[in-house]
C-alpha cells in the first residue's frame, strides 16, 4: 500500500518549519545586531546606528541633562560639540541630532526630555526644507524607527520588530565594516553617541583634514549646499 497524505502531519512539519526560520532570523539579528538595537558586543564596529534609539538609551541611563543641546538631522549632526563648548565654558553640550529628522522628530524629543524633567538651558535647532516637509516617519523604517519610550510602547514588542526583519544589507554592511580595514569600506560613518553624540564621514574627515583646499574644489555638492 501507498503512503496516505496527512494534513496534521503535514501541518506540523511546516510549522517547525516556520519557527526554525524565525528563531534563525532572530539569532543572526540579535548577533549581527545590524541597526545596534540589541547592544550585543559580537561586532563592535556599527554599519548604520539607530540613532533615535542609542540617544533615547542614553539619556535614559542619566538623570541630568547637558546644558545645551543640538537637533536636527546629519547636517548638524558632524558639529564637534566642542565648537559650542569653546562658546559656552563650562556648559556641557551633546549633538542629539539623527539622520533626516523632521521637525516632528525633534518636537517628540523634546517633549520626551521635558516630560523626564531633563530640560537643558538651551537649544540650537538645525532647521531645512527637508524636515521642514516631513510629518510622518515611516513605520518600516527601521534605522529612524523612534525609541519606544517615545512611542508609549513596551521595549519587548520593539525588540520583536527588529529580531524578525530581514536587513540583508545592513547585515552584509555590518560583517564588512568589522572585518575591511577603515580605506576600504564602503560606509565609513562614525558614530560618537556616548560622549558627543556626533556623527561624521571618517573618510571625508581625513581627507578635508589632510588637503582642505582640494576637498573644497571637488565637493560640489558641499559648494551646492554652501
Known amino acids: 500500500k501507498g503512503r496516505t497524505f496527512s ?3 503535514w501541518g506540523i512539519q511546516s510549522a517547525a518549519f516556520i519557527v526554525a526560520a524565525l528563531v534563525l ?3 543572526i539579528n540579535i548577533l549581527v545586531d545590524p541597526f545596534s538595537v540589541f547592544k550585543t558586543s559580537f ?3 556599527p554599519y548604520q546606528l539607530n540613532e533615535r534609539y542609542r540617544k533615547v538609551e542614553l539619556f535614559l541611563e542619566y538623570n541630568e541633562a547637558p546644558e545645551l543641546l543640538l537637533f536636527g538631522s546629519s ?3 558632524v558639529v564637534d560639540s566642542a565648537v559650542y563648548e569653546q562658546l559656552y ?3 556641557r553640550v551633546y549633538n542629539f541630532s539623527f539622520s533626516s529628522a523632521s521637525l516632528v522628530d525633534i518636537r517628540d524629543h523634546l517633549r520626551f526630555l521635558i516630560n523626564r524633567s531633563q530640560v537643558p538651558r538651551q537649544i540650537v535647532v538645525q532647521v531645512d526644507l527637508e524636515n521642514m516637509m516631513v510629518s510622518k516617519a515611516d513605520p518600516t523604517d527601521y534605522l529612524r524607527k523612534a525609541h519606544p519610550a517615545l512611542r508609549g510602547e ?6 520583536l520588530e527588529y529580531a524578525l ?3 540583508k544589507e545592513n547585515w552584509l554592511g555590518k560583517l564588512e565594516n568589522n572585518f575591511n580595514p577603515l580605506e576600504k569600506r564602503q560606509y565609513d560613518w562614525v558614530y560618537d553617541v556616548e560622549k558627543s553624540g556626533r556623527t561624521w564621514p571618517a573618510g571625508k574627515q581625513q581627507r578635508i583634514e589632510a588637503e582642505g583646499a582640494l576637498y573644497w574644489e571637488k565637493e560640489r555638492t558641499l559648494q551646492r549646499q554652501v
Not at 513596551?154 to 525588540?159: G, N, S
Request: hydrophobic share 45%; proline share 12%.
Open 7 to 9: 494534513w496534521r502531519c
Open 25 to 27: 532570523v532572530g539569532c
Open 43 to 45: 561586532l563592535a564596529q
Open 75 to 77: 547636517r548638524i549632526g
Open 89 to 91: 565654558p563650562g556648559w
Open 154 to 159: 513596551p521595549f519587548w514588542r520593539y525588540a
Open 165 to 167: 526583519i530581514l536587513p
